[in-house]
């Protein structure tokens, strides 16, 4: 299973809320470092978190209350990834996939692939 059905299959499971938030956690720890190491792309990437984490948070506001808007779950993942995508982003949105998935699922989840695929 490629990351990309592991996260569909995340997200439509009992762990979505435990997934988000620590992809949401994630995204913050990356912003921290992006701003530390200066790279010429760092504010570009870190508008990209920001991004994302704004998306995230959007997620678990709808899990929570009928009336706000969030994405179907289907459509999630695509949304991360353009906005990764446009801010040079997606190797922070990777590996906080990867932690979020290995914070609900343990160490037997196995990340492989791309998220793209």
Do not use: T
Not at 27 to 42: N, P, T
Request: hydrophobic share 45%.
């Amino acid at each position: 299973m490629n990351i990309r059905d592991r996260v569909l299959a995340v997200l439509e499971s009992e762990s979505k809320e435990v997934f988000l938030l620590a992809l949401g956690h994630r995204l913050v720890i990356s912003a921290r470092f992006i701003f530390s190491e200066g790279s010429s792309d760092a504010l570009q990437q870190a508008r990209a978190s920001n991004e994302m984490m704004i998306a995230i948070w959007l997620q678990l506001w709808a899990m929570k209350d009928a009336e706000a808007d969030g994405y179907p779950d289907s459509e999630f993942l695509p949304i991360l990834l353009g906005k990764a995508h446009a801010g040079n982003a997606l190797p922070h949105l990777r590996d906080a996939i990867e932690s979020a998935l290995l914070s609900v699922h343990g160490n037997s989840v196995s990340c492989q692939g791309s998220i793209s695929q």
